[in-house]
């Protein structure tokens, strides 16, 4: 393991001390086990298609600034559309703004984003790199709270057309209201992670919310089976 994954595991409690009281626990991605089909990869999208999108991009980034079709509207600073490339293969869907994110207009920018850019580096990715980062909802809850259903709901045609003009090839759902959102049923961080789910023609894996994971230590062990998971997933789309 070079030093730079070794920094990173450190980052994310997996370091020499977490092994140490847990010797099974980090292991290369190469040898978590999991058995999902294989996952097909939509077509490419065509030349010239980002200058195409470029319109549709505006119209919904105006659309999120004026919404006012639920009551988050109504103490935010600004709503939070995402960030990223906006023809990346890896989508990750959050919660919802919290402050510092409601102030800088960007997800997923606190220390839950730091983890958030750790957990990414871990299996060679980069935030903005053929990575999108959104949330479920683009206004802060009051409070930092969790959204409500009938909020993620009124939200829901903003991330849908978001999905829409990214085309991702793989959708990661952080925590429970961005599963739930998306798979459009109840949604038990437990018994979801480990296994593919379906957005429409998009494949989906569930796993923890990075804040979650700053609570629950623990859990960041079973937080790095679910990036192998995704990294072996991409993978096999690859090969089609």
């Known amino acids: 393991m070079n030093s730079e994954r070794e920094r990173i595991l450190r980052e994310m409690g997996l370091g020499p001390v ?4 847990l010797p099974q626990t980090t292991v290369p991605c190469e040898q978590v086990a999991t058995a999902p089909g294989p996952t097909v990869a939509p077509d490419p999208p065509a030349a010239g298609a980002s200058a195409v999108a470029a ?14 079709q ?8 600004q709503a939070v559309l995402g960030v990223g490339d906006r023809n990346a293969d890896w989508l990750f869907v ?7 994110e409601d102030a800088r207009g960007e997800p997923f920018v606190g220390q839950a984003g730091k983890l958030l850019d750790s957990m990414l580096a871990a299996i060679g990715l980069r935030r903005g790199e053929n990575v999108y980062i959104a949330n479920a909802v683009k206004c802060r809850p009051p409070e930092n709270r969790t959204p409500t259903p009938e909020e993620t709901a009124t939200c829901r045609p903003h991330l849908e057309r978001q999905i829409e003009l990214i085309r991702p090839r793989l959708i990661v759902a952080l925590g429970r209201p961005a599963a739930q959102t998306l798979l459009q049923t109840e949604v038990k961080i437990g018994a979801a ?12 894996v569930v796993t923890y919310h990075p804040a979650y994971l700053l609570r629950n230590l623990p859990d960041k062990a079973r937080a790095w089976e679910d990036l192998c998971f995704m990294r072996r997933t991409m993978r096999l789309g690859d090969k089609g």
């Open 18 to 21: 977490w092994k140490l009281r």
């Open 193 to 204: 992670r480990g296994r593919l789910h379906r957005y429409h023609d998009i494949p989906v």
């Open 70 to 77: 639920c009551g988050l509207c109504e103490a935010r600073n």
């Open 94 to 100: 959050g919660e919802g703004p919290g402050a510092e």
């Open 55 to 68: 319109p549709a991009w505006d119209e919904l980034a105006r659309t999120v600034a004026t919404c006012r």
